[in-house]
């Protein structure tokens, strides 16, 4: 699917979509819990189908029900056999290797995209200590089998907050107690948080120190009554874009939330003042990785240089964001260079139309598109469907919001 986007501010009302980092927890707590949980509020999106596919596999009964209500009977019986297809979902991959270990079903994992890519060494390696057998060859498929057991666990905190939260979910579930010991200073930290958050509210307890987890085992999920809040990742789109002249309403968000995507509130409260006049920001992007590619777009409209650092984990996502937002924009006029571990952003004037690839990657698409409200000409984003991973209404509110965005095909 090709999108042509004609240039106009935008306006009006948008409820924002469920935070995809709290649905795919709520879904993966509520089947490890005896009985019934009722998660309201969740939006449909490629990644979250496939949590709902994995706990499925693994024996939970999930219903998808209309207004984004899911109920889920909890795994009674875990499947002694799972075939789990990922998807393209790294969240989905990473959180349901130690599960499907801690219930000891034998399990194969499938994706696509660039999730084979994916790195998952920190699993072979610890959980192979823990009596689990990988059938791994840096590619997928690949193969667990065996019972995982307590212990410590070491963990990297500067690959990926998800092995950690993936152990959180699982080490529960064991007989004994065990520790998840930081190596290293943990990036991504807000992630771990709202996992922490949502296992209170399905009864799990954490002890949580500097440097380490420790969990208690022998804990029972309870079932438990959700409804998913806003995703502030997706709202930051829309933000950026009344930063950039549009007027937009945003519903559905929670100002309590734990999220680190709130950051994007902060961020443009420093760089523009009175309202108006865009500066430039600096920005430590270890926590708000999701955030780099509209920030991106932001940056190219301020006064004065601005910095993102802190983000070279964002090469091995859906795509190298770093390299596929800088040629998005550079394509389209812009001034972005790529660092070893961010980007530098000069400021221009304008954007001006063209033709740009999603490179398969969601937040690229959307990033372009609330671009496309600041440039001079059409731009048309080719293989734009790539949305559908976390927001296939985004086109819809988008023109829902006076947008011009209309599939097309190129010859």
Do not use: W
């Not at 410590?152 to 107690?177: C, H, M, R």
């Amino acid at each position: 699917m090709d999108i042509r986007i004609q240039p106009c501010k935008l306006s009006g009302d948008v409820s924002i979509p469920s935070s995809k980092s709290y649905a795919h927890r709520a879904l993966i707590c509520a089947a490890l819990a005896s009985g019934r949980s009722v998660i309201d509020g969740i939006s449909m999106s490629k990644d979250i189908e496939a949590t709902i596919s994995a706990m499925s596999a693994l024996g939970a009964d999930c219903t998808v029900g209309e207004n984004g209500r899911i109920i889920v009977d909890g795994i009674t019986a875990p499947s002694e056999k799972a075939i789990i297809d990922c998807n393209e979902s790294g969240s989905t991959l990473r959180f349901v290797i130690p599960i499907a270990a801690a219930l000891g079903a034998d399990a194969e994992f499938r994706g696509r995209g660039r999730l084979p890519e994916r790195p998952i060494d920190i699993y072979t390696r610890e959980l192979s200590k823990n009596g689990i057998k990988f059938e791994y060859n840096n590619t997928m498929p690949f193969e667990i089998s065996g019972q995982l057991s307590s212990g410590v666990y070491e963990i990297e905190g500067n690959v990926s907050s998800q092995f950690i939260t993936g152990l959180l979910f699982a080490l529960p579930l064991l007989k004994g107690d065990s520790v998840i010991k930081l190596t290293s200073k943990l990036e991504s930290k807000p992630y771990v948080d709202i996992t922490i958050d949502c296992l209170k509210r399905f009864g799990i307890e954490i002890e949580e120190s500097d440097e380490s987890y420790i969990v208690k085992g022998s804990q029972k999920y309870i079932p438990c009554d959700v409804t998913v809040e806003g995703d502030y990742s997706q709202a930051a789109f829309f933000y950026t874009a009344n930063a950039l002249g549009s007027s937009i309403n945003l519903k559905n968000l929670n100002p309590e939330s734990v999220q680190g995507d709130k950051k994007i509130l902060d961020i443009i409260s420093e760089m523009c003042y009175n309202g108006t006049v865009l500066k430039k920001f600096n920005a430590d992007c270890s926590d708000i990785p999701d955030l780099v590619p509209i920030l991106t777009v932001l940056g190219c409209f301020g006064t004065e240089t601005s910095e993102i650092f802190n983000a070279e984990r964002l090469k091995i996502k859906e795509s190298d964001r770093l390299e596929a937002i800088s040629v998005t924009l550079n394509k389209l006029g812009g001034n972005v260079t790529v660092t070893e571990d961010g980007l530098i952003i000069e400021p221009v004037s304008s954007l001006h139309g063209g033709i740009v690839d999603s490179f398969g990657d969601h937040r690229i698409v959307m990033s372009a598109a609330i671009a496309a409200t600041m440039a001079d000409g059409d731009i048309i984003i080719k293989n734009a469907q790539a949305v559908e991973k976390s927001y296939p209404d985004f086109f819809r509110d988008y023109n829902n919001l006076g947008g011009k965005a209309n599939v097309i095909t190129l010859e």
